[in-house]
T-cell receptor, first 111, second 114 residues
Framework: NAGVTQTPKFRILKIGQSMTLQCAQDMNHNYMYWYRQDPGMGLKLIYYSVGAGITDKGEVPNGYNVSRSTTEDFPLRLELAAPSQTSVYFC??????????FGQGTRLTVV | AQSVTQPDIHITVSEGASLELRCNYSYGATPYLFWYVQSPGQGLQLLLKYFSGDTLVQGIKGFEAEFKRSQSSFNLRKPSVHWSDAAEYFCAVGGYSSASKIIFGSGTRLSIRP
């Protein structure tokens, strides 16, 4: 079991570029989440999904998009990168009402 | 609205001393409560969780937490800290509903004085 796998681990983007952060889980969890972590700010929920084909906004969704075509994958899309999106991004998954399991994070810098 | 407050940004305790990290939550129904720990540059590891039942829950690494509904609190405690406990600690709240989000507090950074 790999758990929750995030790729890439590190990425530098130029302002205005686009990219997709990948997240995959092999635990057959129905709920998946994307968070961003800024220093001193804890984790802020960007988007979440309760199953394939269903997504919803979290606390800070602006500038991001998601899709959930399969149970396993939950990619996060940045369309026009801005310096304010420099952060560490964490993907998590859980099965119904249990704790969330986290990936190791993607450190993104926008310059 | 769902929210979590961790009033202490940074705490320093001496090795061997006791520890209490505070967490207050806001949630409209019976909450699920979690404490996670994050070491520098690492992901998040679950320390313990409360879903129902006994309000004093035991976790890994000798940590425990007590759910107090009347105070909307879920404080984390450890009787004797070790240098390896230095890390960032996050309290989080979720719920029973099928569209349950998990919302995190801003974290408390724990430093250990030798």
């Amino acid at each position: 079991n790999a758990g929750v796998t995030q790729t890439p681990k590190f990425r530098i983007l130029k302002i205005g570029q686009s990219m997709t952060l990948q997240c995959a889980q092999d635990m057959n969890h129905n709920y998946m989440y994307w968070y961003r972590q800024d220093p001193g700010m804890g984790l802020k929920l960007i988007y979440y999904s309760v199953g394939a084909g269903i997504t919803d906004k979290g606390e800070v969704p602006n500038g991001y998009n998601v899709s959930r075509s399969t149970t396993e994958d939950f990619p996060l899309r940045l369309e026009l990168a801005a310096p304010s999106q420099t952060s560490v991004y964490f993907c998590a998954s859980r099965y119904r009402d249990t704790e969330a399991f986290f990936g190791q994070g993607t450190r993104l810098t926008v310059v | 609205a769902q929210s979590v407050t961790q009033p202490d940004i940074h705490i320093t305790v001496s090795e061997g001393a006791s520890l209490e990290l505070r967490c207050n939550y806001s949630y409209g129904a019976t909450p699920y409560l979690f404490w996670y720990v994050q070491s520098p540059g690492q992901g998040l590891q679950l320390l313990l969780k409360y879903f129902s039942g006994d309000t004093l829950v035991q976790g890994i690494k000798g940590f425990e937490a007590e759910f107090k509904r009347s105070q909307s609190s879920f404080n984390l405690r450890k009787p004797s800290v070790h240098w390896s406990d230095a890390a960032e600690y996050f309290c989080a709240v979720g719920g029973y509903s099928s569209a349950s989000k998990i919302i995190f507090g801003s974290g408390t950074r724990l430093s250990i004085r030798p």
